[in-house]
């Protein structure tokens, strides 16, 4: 019997949400983070281990993965969690963000957009409709419309034009995507930093009755203030029986402000990508080991922490696999950085059941605030 893709409330905290989405295969409890799997893998990490760190769900990168190894041999290996070694939910973003990235190398009309590939100059055409052909045959739970994402600070007929071109290719995946029960797809609210353009764009997103929506366009050059502004009224216009997304945010200060608005669920390659540069998120704050005052430094990230790569190597041994280059390195302090996500996302989902999210806020920052100094 064919599990139908659901969603459901179960405590309220303010605004902040404690939720579950229920797929064919398996609940994903929010506020979730998903850890990104750009081209089907999390960068230095085994998928065991990302399941093992609290994990419902990863992100799969519709743009990589149609450039290499492509979608239609994806299918033929027998989809994305078979190739991948991931048997979770999956969500595959639309590839609009990072074609739309590509600036001189693309052409955008009504029909969608052509691009050429960053990796070896191939010409390539992404029209709503495929995009939602892609993401199906890669196989993924949660797919997205494909969407016109500009960066900020833009000219208000920018914004608009940008914005209504992404209802038309809305109404296009909708009729692409069909029907689903077991699967969804997320629209996308875009309209920059202007309410009346955002409060239209969900407005017209929501006649749409769609599964579940998606913030757009913001953590693209806005500063946090102003995005936790666009946050403000536009999560809550957006139905409340649907989840809702905001897209490549952000830093633990970002999704802890971002759930206090009632956001549901979230990616980013911050983690991975930090910890590969020798950066590590902790209850202390972000540490850099590239630091020199950690070269002789005995203690390990967090002796409290229950994640090996946190608890089990000092400070001077991850200092030194940085200054070497050492692929070690990047491994642990993307498994630290994770670790270290996940469980801000599981202190957010008790502190809502518990009606004390905005103690655990509080709680939280206080302790980046006094850092790392003196508390081993």
């Not at 957006?238 to 200060?253: A, F, H, S, W």
């Amino acid at each position: 019997m064919t599990i139908p893709f659901s969603f459901q409330v179960h405590a309220t905290d303010g605004k902040a949400r404690r939720g579950t989405v229920t797929t064919a295969r398996g609940d994903i409890r929010t506020p979730a983070f998903m850890p990104v799997g750009t081209a089907g893998t999390v960068k230095a990490m085994y998928m065991d281990q990302v399941k093992e760190l609290g994990a419902d769900i990863i992100l799969g990168n519709t743009y990589h993965l149609m450039l290499r190894p492509g979608a239609e041999r994806v299918a033929k290996l027998g989809g994305l969690h078979k190739f991948g070694g991931w048997q979770g939910p999956i969500l595959t973003d639309s590839g609009g963000f990072q074609v739309m990235s590509l600036s001189a190398l693309r052409k955008l009309t009504e029909d969608g957009v052509t691009f050429k590939s960053h990796v070896d100059g191939a010409k390539y055409e992404m029209s709503p409709e495929r995009s939602i052909e892609i993401q199906g045959l890669l196989g993924s739970d949660i797919q997205m419309q494909l969407d016109e994402c500009i960066a900020l600070p833009a000219q208000e007929e920018e914004m608009e034009r940008a914005m209504e071109l992404s209802l038309r290719w809305a109404e296009r995946c909708k009729v692409a995507f069909g029907d689903q029960p077991e699967k969804a797809m997320f629209g996308i609210v875009q309209g920059g930093d202007n309410q009346r353009l955002r409060l239209r764009s969900a407005s017209a997103l929501s006649e749409l009755d769609l599964k579940g929506y998606s913030i757009g366009g913001l953590a693209v050059g806005e500063p946090q203030e102003v995005m936790l502004q666009v946050l403000d009224y536009t999560a809550e216009a957006l139905p409340e029986n649907k989840p809702r997304y905001l897209m490549g945010v952000g830093t633990p200060d970002d999704l802890l402000e971002s759930i206090a608005r009632g956001v549901d669920m979230f990616d980013c390659v911050m983690p991975t990508r930090a910890g590969r540069h020798g950066q590590v998120f902790t209850r202390f704050g972000k540490l850099n080991m590239k630091n020199s005052r950690h070269k002789e430094d005995h203690r390990p990230i967090d002796e409290t922490s229950d994640c090996p790569a946190s608890r089990d190597y000092s400070r001077a041994y991850l200092h030194h696999l940085v200054k070497c280059d050492e692929s070690l390195g990047g491994m642990l302090m993307t498994w630290n950085n994770l670790h270290y996500y996940q469980q801000l996302m599981q202190g957010a989902r008790d502190a809502i059941e518990h009606g004390r999210y905005a103690d655990y806020i509080a709680e939280t920052k206080a302790g980046w605030v006094k850092g790392d100094i003196d508390v081993l």
